[in-house]
């Protein structure tokens, strides 16, 4: 997505013939595009048909969480009060969502065999704790906490934690659109622009991994919007010899943003990192405070009319909050006026800078919680601003 990249063995000429190494029989080429044949793309080559399949059935992988009558307030919740053991499919709790996204936290205590395969949806995963190793038909990609990983649609692909006795937890939001860098970060040739707050040298690549050759069954969990079917394929899916193109999973640490500071408050657009057609995430890290004599840090009381706003607290004392903690998620309601609570305005003014790190989603529909959020949330949060 971000650049052209290219991984193991490919033909010197697309849609010709490649053999494989007894001379005979043909590489299966895959063309994995974007926007019909008009987007991004990647041109895949494969040991075996990449269409094969022995059998479908529909799994039940998740249990109904709908709050129909959830009110419209701020909401503020702690998402480590939920924790489902499981694999990284399966430990997911949903607490906010709508047509375009769904918010969700893993507290991942399980290795799997499956494979996980999004065929609706396009995954932004936030290492929060834990490290290990990414696996799909690209390659790998060795993660750590702060890691970000932006995977396009219908990527076969793994998280494989080194361990499973610690704490691996994974913030999770999955977009019905592309997870695209914004527009304005980029010149007319693609290339990150040199005001960007990060660039080509700050993206994990999948390097390259040996071709599993292999024949039996394996599991595919394939995700089709709110409905998942498990699909046994006859060899093993991480079978690509080499593949060239944009069109890829890569991986962007939180703690390589560089945050842009002013003399007086910025924005949270000077946060941006990724944008999708119905909502953006931004990064909020350590930095100065802004240096005008008389600054006012702390973010004064705003309306964004058509946008929810949703921050998940990753590390280190928010500036603006009060009762926040690691873990936690606040959502401020469009149509709405939202900030800093009683005290913090004053608190914030002389103040150096803040050791913060969170990140932040926009949405411009409304979410609507589930009764995960339901379950955790801080009842008082709604009332934080009486003085
Ligand atoms: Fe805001």
Redesign the pocket.
């Known amino acids: 997505m971000p650049f052209y990249h290219k991984v193991g063995d490919i033909p010197r000429v697309k849609h010709t013939t490649f053999y494989k190494k007894d001379g005979k029989s043909l590489y299966r080429e895959e063309l994995f595009s974007s926007k019909g044949f008009s987007g991004i793309y990647s041109n895949k080559y494969h040991h075996h048909l990449p269409t094969a399949v022995k059998s479908v059935r529909p799994v039940d992988l998740h249990k109904k969480v709908d709050w129909p009558d959830a009110p419209v307030l701020y909401l503020h919740f702690y998402t480590d009060q939920k924790q489902t053991p499981g694999d990284f499919i399966r430990s997911r709790n949903v607490f906010l969502r709508n047509q375009h996204c769904s918010i969700a936290t893993a507290h991942v205590t399980e290795d799997t065999d499956e494979f996980y395969r999004n065929a609706y949806g396009a995954e932004y995963v936030f290492v929060h704790h834990g490290s290990g190793t990414f696996l799909s038909e690209f390659g790998r990609i060795p993660f750590e906490a702060g890691d970000q990983f932006i995977i396009p649609r219908a990527v076969t692909h793994q998280f494989k934690f080194d361990s499973y006795d610690g704490d691996n937890k994974l913030f999770v939001v999955d977009s019905s659109t592309a997870w695209e860098i914004p527009n304005h970060y980029r010149n007319d040739y693609g290339q990150m622009e040199e005001h960007a707050p990060y660039c080509e040298r700050d993206f994990k690549t999948p390097e390259y991994m040996e071709p599993h050759d292999e024949k039996g069954e394996f599991t595919v969990i394939l995700k089709a919007g709110n409905r998942y079917f498990e699909h046994i394929v006859p060899h093993h899916p991480y079978d690509v010899a080499g593949w060239d193109g944009f069109l890829y999973p890569f991986a962007f640490n939180i703690k390589s943003f560089h945050p842009k500071v002013g003399r007086i408050h910025l ?2 657009p000077v946060h941006l990192v990724f944008k999708t057609q119905h909502f953006i995430l931004c990064n909020f890290n350590p930095r100065p405070f802004d240096w005008h004599e008389d600054a006012i840090p702390a ?1 004064y009381f ?1 309306s ?1 009319i058509d ?1 929810d ?1 949703v ?1 998940y607290y990753v590390e280190g004392d928010f500036m603006s909050r009060k009762g926040v903690k690691e873990g936690s998620i606040t959502l ?1 309601p469009g149509g709405m006026p ?2 800093p609570q009683p005290g913090k305005t004053e608190a914030s003014i002389g103040a150096k800078g803040t050791d913060e790190y969170a990140i ?1 989603v ?1 949405t411009y529909q409304p979410l609507i919680p589930t009764t995960n959020a339901r379950d955790t949330m801080d009842k008082e949060y709604a009332r934080s601003w009486l003085e």
């Open positions: 924005p949270p973010p705003h964004n946008s706003e921050l401020h939202h900030g932040m926009d």
